[in-house]
């Protein structure tokens, strides 16, 4: 078969003016990755497909260099002559309408070129550009006289996501040495470049961030304009985290595609990306750093986790998430909430991180009633969704009119809200509903412990926290809370074995949020990173 130039090919084909938008949003999204090869299949093309079809998109690839390389490192790099890749770009862009593309590994000059004359081909498609320099092995993926070439790449992409030493080579200085620099390098290079910059964290110690993130793993979006968006995430401890950046630029590209909400994207994709790093260790892939685990949701192991013994949900989830309870009834905060000797500061930051957290609670129940299958579903999700405004607003005018309270969502309220978002992006309305289903159950359990408690001892009305503990043991909210668990055990019974894995994975999850949530108030340091700046 020949090999035409673009300009050559240019010429038998369509005004590329004339060609059809592409479709902004779509529930599967044609993903094309243009990247380098990893035959052990843990980065580069080979990790991009698994990435794309584990966030429910049609994966495409375009090889620019085939690389010889394992977990242990990089033993030669092959690249085709450029005039070859022009001809594979076109072979997918002339016949398929892209809604994504993620650039990885370019290698040369040849190739960046290449790539950049190509690209308006696909305007109008979500383009996420990972400027891949150096493998963690140490090994070079980018000829060093390439620098300036990528760099003139940068303004075409909607989204760049260097890790730490990429960004320092893209502005030609230093790499940051904590995480406040790098989000000052970020605010730059997206400044000059007009294109947004995600800011990962994953190259950073502990001890460079800062006490908001001390431990974790962030990523921050920062646009043109300077704006700064923290998603926190958890550190996970493994060396298995060969193609991590890979893995993460792909799915970014698949699921914005679906979804056009970057945030909502990335929120999605860093939780995915913490459970793959969770069970890499798993995949025993490799003598090196192995690969992560794309399909860590649809595998083997979690669907084992789903007991075959016709139980309902509830019960399953109840017995599973017992520790938590037990842990939530002995925690300080809800001991001196049910004796009324809790401080009123404390109180007062639990009910301000409650009210923030309702806000988004709200949505994510929208989101449940137009996912819900049945018009009485449905029904109760939005009424439930409006109570949550309604309440949050009767707490403003309450019990926080006139008490000194935290402006914005405290790491774990973030936390929680970032995995019920998640939860609610997932597209499954059964995954949803074990996700916000906690909440209700876990606060009338709570709720009746205390109420009860305080009745045996005479039901003081001059407890001070007698309304809060009347209104989670409310006849109405028992009977709100039998509802959902009622919906969330017949979401159960209809779900996929893999769906019904990631229904227990999302309810446990949230209760481990609840029981850190009502710590949270009694923890200074939580409190102090929830004060405005
Ligand atoms: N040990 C880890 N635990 C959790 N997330 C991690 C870990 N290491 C990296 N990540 C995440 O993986 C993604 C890739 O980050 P990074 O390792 O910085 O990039 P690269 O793979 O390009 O070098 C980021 O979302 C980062 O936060
Ligand atoms: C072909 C190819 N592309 C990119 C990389 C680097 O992958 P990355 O996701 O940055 O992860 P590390 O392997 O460097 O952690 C690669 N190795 N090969």
Known sequence: MSIRTLEEHTQHTKDPSSLPAPARLRTVPRVLSVAGTDPTGGAGIQADLKSIGAHGGYGMAVVTSLVAQNTRGVRSVHTPPSAFLEEQLLAVSDDVTIDAVKIGMLGDVDTIRTVRRWLPRVAGAVVVLDPVMVATSGDRLLAAEAEDELRALVPLADLVTPNL?????????????????????????????????????????????????????????????????????????????????????????????????????????????????????????????????????????????????????????????????????????????????????QFAYYLAQDALYLGEYSRVLARASALAPTEAEQQFWAKSALNCLEVESELHRTWLAGREAPGRQGPVTKAYVDHLLAASGNGSYAVLVAAVLPCFWLYAHVGNVLHAQWSDAGADRAHPYADWMETYADPAFADATARAIAYADSAFEHASPVDRAAMINAFEASAWYEHEFFDAPTRPDLRESAKLP
């Open 165 to 345: 030493a990429e960004l320092a080579v893209l502005l030609g200085e230093p790499v940051a040495p904590d995480w406040d620099t790098a989000l000052d390098q970020g605010k730059r290079l997206a400044a000059a470049t007009g294109t947004s910059v995600l800011v990962k964290g994953g190259h950073l110690v502990a001890r460079t961030m800062g006490d908001a993130e001390a431990g974790g793993c962030p990523d921050a979006l920062v646009d043109s304009s300077g704006s700064v968006l923290v998603v926190p995430g958890a550190r996970v401890d493994t060396r298995n985290t060969h193609g991590t950046g890979c893995s993460l630029s792909a799915a970014l590209a698949t699921v914005q595609a679906r979804t056009g909400d970057w945030e909502q994207s990335l929120v999605l994709v860093k939780d995915w990306l913490r459970g793959a790093l969770e069970r890499a260790d798993e995949l025993e892939v490799g003598g090196g750093n192995g690969p992560i685990h794309h399909f860590h949701q649809f595998s083997a192991g979690s669907v084992q986790k789903v007991p075959q013994d016709g139980r309902p949900f509830s019960e399953l989830v109840w017995e599973l998430t017992s520790g938590h309870r037990s842990a939530i009834e002995t925690l300080g905060f809800v001991r001196a909430l049910g004796d009324g000797s809790l401080p009123d500061g």
